[in-house]
């Protein structure tokens, strides 16, 4: 097992010093959670909704944010044989909307379909029904 602190040896055989090798570290380690991040994205890309319409599909052709977040919803709530989808971060990533949308959405959510409900939990994520 490998430490993450530079040691003043590496440090002098390579002809660093502690604050440069430490900084490297830090960009190895940032590298390293950018590919983890950028695969779980391509992973997620593959999941799809019946069909198979794939969430890449899905974000390209399908314009409005609230479609896109119902559509996702839908697909994560029918992996789970529920008719009910907590609206987590995996749901707003994969239906590509960002933090700042999410209150325009849900809002536009609550008017669209009496077949569609949102549930506020107050501290807590919300929930979104299909009935």
């Known amino acids: 097992m490998t430490s ?35 695969a779980q994205v391509r992973k997620r890309g593959q999941y799809f909704l019946k069909g198979p ?7 390209r052709m399908i314009p409005d944010p609230s479609s896109r977040v119902i559509l996702v919803a839908r697909a994560f709530a029918d992996m789970r044989f529920e008719s009910k989808c907590v609206l987590s971060e995996k749901v707003w990533t994969c239906a590509e909307v960002v933090k ?11 008017k669209m379909s009496p077949n569609i409900e949102v549930k506020n939990r107050i501290g807590r994520t919300s929930v979104l029904f299909f009935h």
């Open 4 to 38: 993450s602190k530079p040691t003043k040896q590496n440090a002098e055989i390579v002809g660093l010093s502690e604050c440069d090798v430490a900084k490297i570290t830090r960009m190895k380690l940032s590298a390293k959670s950018e590919t983890r991040r950028a």
């Open 53 to 59: 319409l794939s969430f890449d599909f899905i974000r």
């Open 100 to 110: 700042n949308q999410r209150r325009r959405v849900l809002a536009k959510l609550r």
